[in-house]
């Protein structure tokens, strides 16, 4: 019953988790916000989402275009007039050795993932803090603790949300304002085809380690859970959350395991 009646934003939501966890909340009686580029894709998700008695609202935009998330962002907010939780999910991966990457490509992806939610965030505290609550829910990774080959940028901006949202939490904790940073392992989703290559083209193809990793519905019940106990951060994944662990407490051992990777 918590997320009953809870004005929900969630970005990236016209596939993967994003996708899922529109989903999962339409069903517990949330009132959304689904954002991403492509309208089509979201006009499909608004379609599936099984509970037709709690709103769905469609919010295109570019998480690219940063001169217009600050305007999208109080748009969102007189959807419903509050907003309780932001899904800050929205987001592009790299497969590409740092040598061969153009810069363009490092901008980009730090754009996306980064920039975009701080621009969101900053537009929509004065309002959270005005009504004394809101929740900030992070879309890390294990790449967020640690960096892997052929992700540097993705990795780096990953790293830049956890001192954000760190901070920010810290600042605002008096506030009612809450951080959920969600370090999540391989997910099932189409993560790998979207992501960029050394040139910036699409990458189109997808790896083994996404294939086999967690369904899309086993992440967001544990994302929902977390997210619900107000957990400051969700450690997930399977055994590549090992790396996790060694990055605190054997960093020499996981730098050899990742050179040799
Ligand atoms: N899958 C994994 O193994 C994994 C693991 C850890 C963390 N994550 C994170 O999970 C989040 C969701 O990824 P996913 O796995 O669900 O991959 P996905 O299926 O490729 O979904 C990515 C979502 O982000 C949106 N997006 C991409 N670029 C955008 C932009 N410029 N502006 C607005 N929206 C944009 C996409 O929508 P449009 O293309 O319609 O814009 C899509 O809805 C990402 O932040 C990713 O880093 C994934």
Not at 43 to 66: A, F, Q, S, T
Request: glycine share 8%.
């Amino acid at each position: 019953m918590y997320y009953k009646n809870k004005v929900v934003w969630i970005t990236g939501s016209s596939s993967g988790t994003g996708e899922a966890i529109a989903y999962e909340l339409n069903k517990q009686g949330a009132k959304l916000i689904i954002s991403a580029r492509r309208e089509a894709e979201l006009e499909r998700v608004k379609n599936n989402c099984e509970n037709k008695e709690n709103p769905v609202y469609i919010l295109p935009l570019d998480l690219e275009k940063h001169d217009e998330l600050t305007q999208k962002s109080i748009e969102a907010w007189n959807i419903y007039g509050k907003i309780d939780i932001v899904f800050h999910n929205g987001g592009i991966s790299q497969r590409s050795p740092v040598i061969d990457t153009i810069f363009d490509v490092d901008k980009r992806i730090m754009n996306i993932n980064y920039f975009g939610s701080v621009i969101i965030t900053k537009a929509l505290l004065p309002k959270m803090i005005k009504e004394k609550k809101g929740h900030f829910v992070v879309m890390s990774s294990l790449s967020g603790l640690f960096g892997i080959p052929l992700r540097s940028a993705y990795a780096a901006s990953k790293h830049a949300l956890h001192g954000f949202y760190d901070s920010l939490r810290a600042e605002l904790h008096s506030e009612g304002i809450k951080v959920t940073l969600i370090c999540s392992g391989y997910i099932k989703t189409n993560i790998a085809n979207n992501a960029l290559t050394d040139k910036g083209e699409k990458f189109a193809t997808t790896d083994p380690e996404i294939e086999n990793g967690m369904s899309t519905e086993y992440f967001v019940k544990k994302a929902l859970k977390a997210v619900k106990n107000g957990k400051k951060s969700l450690l997930l994944g399977g055994k590549e959350k090992i790396g996790a662990y060694l990055k605190r407490f054997a960093p020499e051992l996981l730098a050899k395991i990742l050179r040799n990777r």
